[in-house]
């Protein structure tokens, strides 16, 4: 449910923009870029640095995967991130027995799907409101009033303003 954003944005991404796109998420001020899935059986990745981020898409697009997916929080946005871990079934995940995320409801999440076709990038946060809704269902999260809504809403304007000039 985390995931699922209300406030978000998609659109094709030109090559030669990535790099600006990427730079553009460590400018809004003290950030945390957490990778939002880790590795089956390896701890989560925080990027401190616009090198560190495109290394880990070069890392997704030589895999088999296609999709690098990242969970931003900026300081100033206050809130409570919480990393979670999710038990495997070893025998439906090549032997795999745990991997890890990140929650909270002012993340944002920034995806980055990586095709023959080109890229295409999605950049979204839920609203107070859908946080609101939903605070009984994840009461692990803690109470959404501990975000900074306004300043939210400003790092993904900022973000999505970027991206729609990355095209």
């Known amino acids: ?11 094709q991404v030109n090559v030669e923009n990535l790099r600006s796109l990427v730079e553009s998420i460590f400018l809004g001020g003290e950030v945390t870029v957490y990778e939002a899935y880790s590795i ?3 701890e989560l990745r925080i990027f401190a640095s616009t090198e560190e981020v495109m ?3 070069s890392e997704v697009e030589s895999s088999k ?9 900026y300081a100033n946005t206050g809130g409570f991130v919480r ?20 929650e909270g409801w002012g993340l944002i999440q920034f995806q980055l ?14 609203s ?12 692990e999260l803690k109470s959404p009033s501990l975000w900074n809504w306004k300043e939210i809403q400003k790092h993904n304007r900022k973000l999505n ?3 729609k000039s990355s095209a």
């Open 161 to 163: 303003r970027v991206l």
């Open 83 to 102: 990393k979670k871990k999710i038990d495997l079934n070893p025998e439906k995940c090549k032997g795999a027995k745990v991997r890890y995320s990140v």
């Open 65 to 73: 995967d296609n999709l690098a997916y990242l969970s931003i929080h």
């Open 128 to 139: 107070e409101k859908r946080a609101n809704a939903w605070e009984d269902t994840y009461p």
């Open 1 to 11: 449910m985390v995931h699922n954003k209300c406030m978000n944005m998609s659109s």
């Open 113 to 126: 799907w990586i095709k023959v076709s080109g890229l295409t990038s999605d950049i979204g946060v839920n």
């Open 55 to 57: 290394a880990y898409i």
């Open 40 to 42: 089956p059986d390896k």
